[in-house]
Nanobody, 127 residues
């Protein structure tokens, strides 16, 4: 069974950059792709970016497109999320998730497309 652990959250000033990591272990052969979501204070969980494992094909939310890049390292079964020009509204808990039930069907942005979630890492952007 796949397990995910996120790293890299913290406090950063507006305009700064952050690189989040998500390390997968256990049953990684079953991963078809991974995604990043975030949840701000009193907000619903929202899609940030997704990537297929074998393509790779990438997908981004409109709100962060141009400011973030998702990538993956098949050798270490790790997904990364680079976010640049951070804004206070980017504050929240960032979660990574893995899809193990087959290839994406254009549904990178759906919570239901993912079967395994990490515990999240907190990103706080100060103004």
């Amino acid at each position: 069974q796949v397990q995910l652990v996120e790293y890299g959250g913290g406090l950063v000033q507006a305009g700064g950059s952050l690189r989040l990591s998500c390390a997968a272990s256990g049953g990684t052969f079953s991963i078809y792709g991974m995604g990043w979501f975030r949840q701000g204070p009193e907000k619903e969980r929202e899609f940030v970016a997704g990537i297929s494992w074998r393509g790779p094909v990438e997908d981004y939310s409109d709100s962060l497109k141009g400011r973030c890049t998702i990538s993956r390292d098949l050798g270490t079964n790790t997904a990364y999320l680079q976010i640049n020009n951070l804004k206070p509204e980017d504050t929240g808990v960032y979660f990574c998730a893995a899809r193990t039930s087959g290839y994406f069907r254009g549904n990178y942005d759906r919570v239901s497309a993912y079967s395994t979630w990490g515990q999240g890492t907190l990103v706080t952007v100060s103004s």
